[in-house]
């Protein structure tokens, strides 16, 4: 019974090791201004608490760090932690000092929740507290109830509310993180630019991101596609980076998608290779010829239809089969679930 335990124990332990290094040399960081607030004993408890909703969501690493660091998210009187899912949390990859900008940067002198959020204007930003840079409220869908911030979906709305705090849990970073930029000496955070009024000025992306990338994760992820759609938010970046103005797509499902843990190249051009740039409903795709050569999103490489079976099969592409044929769409998307991942056998794109 204890062998059946040891491995998750053992991945835990170390991840407490580590956040406990880290916490106690983001501490020695910040010793000069920290010393003269010591935490109030409700301050405390909330933050105990806080802690405690974080852990039963699954949030271990910012359960952790706000149990060992709380004076890191709560030096303000009132203030809303945005926590990351803890795949997306480069912690042992970071110097401590970057480590901390960014959990500050997840963190707004405000307390909103969701109900809060919800009624901002899409657009207008929010502070942090890190270095006063500002965080943009991208999306906001008053109807689903879905808030989307710096293009990060909040995928965990009041995972606690209590007197001055409110926490919910996002899928991914709020900022790339350029280690190249701080050796020049810029900024490793990337905050959106906003105007005095606080609202968002320019922002590429989000005038060309016609497509519903939220709407569509949070739809696979409340659907049994939890693990494509980790994966689909981890590359959605480089996806609005490199197609801008794409404005429908096909996205093929699979249940399981075994790759999150692949370096993040090759896992942009599996995620990828699952999407075409174009809306295909089911009875589309069928009509086309056996053989027709679908455009994926990954240049080059091309999904293969093999036709429907004359005896009333399902169609299959590039082998696998389409068992659940428009299950989600909208004017700009349409999602089609799959038996299983395709492969993207040969890499013909990876000859560097
Ligand atoms: C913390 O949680 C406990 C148990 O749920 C509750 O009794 C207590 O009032 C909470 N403390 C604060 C400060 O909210
Ligand atoms: C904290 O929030 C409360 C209630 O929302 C508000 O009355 C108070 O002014 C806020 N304090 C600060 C310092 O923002
Ligand atoms: C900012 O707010 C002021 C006062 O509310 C308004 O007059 C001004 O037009 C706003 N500026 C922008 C760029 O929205």
Same mark, same amino acid.
């Given at each position: 019974?204890?062998?059946?335990?040891?491995?998750?124990?053992?991945?835990?332990?170390?991840?407490?090791?580590?956040?406990?290094?880290?916490?106690?040399?983001?501490?020695?960081?910040?010793?000069?201004?920290?010393?003269?607030?010591?935490?109030?004993?409700?301050?405390?408890?909330?933050?105990?608490?806080?802690?405690?909703?974080? =852990?039963?969501?699954?949030?271990?690493? !910012?359960?952790?760090?706000?149990?060992?660091?709380?004076?890191?998210?709560?030096?303000?009187?009132?203030?809303?932690?945005?926590?990351?899912?803890?795949?997306?949390?480069?912690?042992?990859?970071?110097?401590?000092?970057?480590?901390? @900008?960014?959990?500050?940067?997840?963190? &707004?002198?405000?307390?909103?929740?969701?109900?809060?959020?919800?009624?901002?204007?899409?657009?207008?930003?929010?502070?942090?507290?890190?270095?006063?840079?500002?965080?943009?409220?991208?999306?906001?869908?008053?109807?689903? =109830?879905?808030?989307?911030?710096?293009?990060?979906?909040?995928?965990?709305?009041?995972?606690?509310?209590?007197?001055?705090?409110?926490?919910?849990?996002?899928?991914?970073?709020?900022?790339?993180?350029?280690?190249?930029?701080?050796?020049?000496?810029?900024?490793?955070?990337?905050?959106?630019?906003?105007?005095?009024? &606080?609202?968002?000025?320019?922002?590429?992306?989000?005038?060309?991101?016609?497509?519903?990338?939220?709407?569509?994760?949070?739809?696979? &992820?409340?659907?049994? !596609?939890?693990?494509?759609?980790?994966?689909?938010? @981890?590359?959605?970046?480089?996806?609005?980076?490199?197609?801008?103005?794409?404005?429908?797509?096909?996205?093929?499902?699979?249940?399981? !998608?075994?790759?999150?843990?692949?370096?993040?190249?090759?896992?942009?051009?599996?995620?990828?290779?699952?999407?075409?740039?174009?809306?295909?409903?089911?009875?589309?795709?069928?009509?086309?010829?056996?053989?027709?050569?679908?455009?994926?999103?990954?240049?080059?490489?091309?999904?293969?239809?093999?036709?429907?079976?004359?005896?009333?099969?399902?169609?299959?592409?590039?082998?696998?089969?389409?068992?659940?044929?428009?299950?989600? &769409?909208?004017? =700009?998307?349409?999602?089609?679930?799959?038996?299983?991942?395709?492969?993207?056998?040969?890499?013909?794109?990876?000859?560097?």
């Amino acid at each position: 019974m204890a062998s059946s335990c040891t491995r998750p124990a053992l991945a835990y332990i170390a991840m407490s090791a580590a956040l406990a290094f880290m916490a106690f040399k983001m501490s020695q960081h910040s010793n000069s201004n920290s010393e003269s607030s010591p935490t109030k004993p409700i301050a405390h408890e909330l933050s105990l608490n806080a802690s405690r909703a974080l =852990r039963k969501a699954g949030f271990n690493v !910012f359960a952790t760090l706000l149990r060992l660091s709380p004076e890191i998210f709560l030096s303000t009187p009132n203030s809303t932690i945005f926590a990351i899912r803890d795949p997306a949390i480069p912690y042992t990859s970071l110097p401590p000092w970057l480590f901390k @900008d960014l959990l500050q940067y997840h963190t &707004s002198p405000l307390n909103l929740a969701m109900d809060d959020l919800l009624k901002k204007p899409q657009g207008s930003c929010l502070p942090t507290l890190y270095r006063g840079k500002l965080m943009a409220v991208t999306r906001i869908e008053f109807k689903e =109830r879905l808030v989307e911030i710096n293009h990060v979906l909040v995928s965990h709305p009041n995972i606690f509310l209590g007197g001055p705090i409110s926490v919910h849990g996002v899928l991914g970073l709020f900022s790339s993180l350029d280690p190249q930029n701080v050796h020049q000496g810029w900024d490793a955070i990337q905050a959106p630019t906003c105007d005095f009024n &606080s609202s968002l000025v320019s922002d590429v992306m989000e005038s060309k991101n016609m497509v519903e990338w939220s709407w569509i994760i949070r739809l696979l &992820s409340s659907n049994g !596609f939890v693990s494509f759609a980790i994966g689909l938010q @981890d590359v959605l970046d480089g996806i609005l980076e490199e197609n801008r103005g794409l404005e429908s797509v096909t996205i093929f499902a699979p249940p399981n !998608f075994a790759f999150l843990a692949f370096p993040s190249s090759l896992l942009q051009q599996i995620v990828r290779f699952h999407i075409l740039p174009q809306r295909y409903t089911y009875k589309e795709l069928a009509m086309l010829p056996a053989r027709t050569l679908l455009m994926t999103l990954v240049p080059g490489q091309y999904l293969e239809l093999n036709g429907a079976d004359k005896s009333k099969q399902r169609l299959a592409i590039s082998g696998v089969q389409v068992v659940a044929p428009d299950i989600f &769409s909208s004017d =700009r998307f349409m999602i089609h679930g799959i038996s299983r991942a395709f492969e993207v056998s040969e890499h013909p794109n990876t000859a560097i």
